[in-house]
């Protein structure tokens, strides 16, 4: 039964670690993704708009729905006080106090800062059906969401350091 257990745990650390880790970049799926938002949301950039702003990390995350390497990233391992904002906008997105170690090697969040921060979307990408994260003013690409996490929502928001800027409690 032991021996169960452990193969069910690691079964689950390798799927969540697989569905964080997808990058859609160079696929079909998200070349036009800039043109399909448009209208949609309050904030809108061309891609060599947001290429400029950004950077080209987190433009291949937030315009490219890519996903940086696990443990390779700013703020996985991030135990300091503070909000994480968005790094195309500024905006707060989720707080250090929602903050929990998933294992996954991906900054992970039990909710968003408030209810307005962020809004789903299906991802169908891959496969598979998952909820992606996007960010609510600008309709880019955060990471995803799946109902994994701890207490009190049960929920993981896998959210990708290239997207985020962290700014600490004073």
Not at 14 to 25: I, T
Not at 28 to 39: L, Q, T
Not at 62 to 91: Q, R
Request: charge should be neutral.
């Amino acid at each position: 039964m032991k021996s169960l257990k452990y193969i069910l745990v690691c079964a689950l650390a390798v799927s969540a670690l697989s569905s964080c880790g997808q990058s859609k970049k160079n696929t079909s799926e998200n070349s036009s993704s800039i043109e399909e938002r448009k209208g949609k949301f309050p904030i809108e950039k061309s891609e060599s708009q947001w290429r400029e702003i950004l950077g080209p990390q987190a433009f291949e995350v937030m315009v490219k729905e890519g996903t940086e390497p696990a443990f390779k990233n700013a703020y996985y391992n991030n135990h300091k006080k503070g909000i994480y904002v968005s790094l195309a906008t500024g905006e707060p997105l989720f707080s250090s106090d929602d903050k929990f170690d998933s294992g996954t090697g991906w900054p992970s969040f039990t909710k968003p800062i408030n209810d307005t921060a962020v809004i789903w979307t299906k991802d169908t990408s891959y496969g598979m059906t998952r909820d992606e994260v996007i960010e609510a003013k600008t309709g880019l690409h955060l990471g995803h969401v799946f109902n994994d996490g701890p207490g009190p929502t049960g929920l993981r928001y896998c959210v990708n350091s290239a997207a985020l800027k962290f700014v600490p409690a004073e």
